[in-house]
């Protein structure tokens, strides 16, 4: 059974720092690209980083050289790591994983509604 674990949203002033973990069982995350995502009751959900099943991560915009993407295979467990934050990053953050056959880029091209196991999120709250 697949299973995705987050942890280490929390609250922190702008400039902070804060590092998400997703702890995945039932399956290896090295197997298949694992994505984070985040939304807010504004807007739909984003996606922020992607790293593909041979380790090439590719980021949002508006997180490019603030964020790094990783995960330990040995652990079975993928980072996000935030730095410089800014208010504008305060939303509900989550992993995912498109668990199935499928070419490396495969996941560039998929809409959130296309990954099919969710973790159950995690709150991160920056204040200005």
């Known amino acids: 059974q697949v299973r995705l674990v987050e942890s280490g949203g929390g609250s922190v002033q702008a400039g902070g720092s804060l590092s998400l973990s997703c702890a995945a069982s039932g399956y290896s995350i090295s197997s298949y690209c694992m994505t984070w995502f985040r939304q807010t009751p504004e807007k739909e959900r984003e996606r922020v980083a992607i790293v593909l099943r041979d380790g090439t991560t590719t980021y949002a915009d508006s997180v490019k050289g603030r964020f790094t993407i990783s995960r330990d295979n040995a652990k079975n467990t993928l980072y996000l790591q935030m730095n410089s934050l800014k208010p504008e990053d305060s939303a509900m953050y989550y992993c995912?994983?498109?668990?199935?056959?499928?070419?490396?880029?495969?996941?560039?091209?998929?809409?959130?509604?296309?990954?099919?196991?969710w973790g159950q999120g995690t709150q991160v709250t920056v204040s200005s």
């Open positions: 995912a994983a498109f668990i199935a056959p499928s070419s490396l880029y495969a996941c560039y091209a998929l809409s959130w509604r296309q990954y099919n196991y």
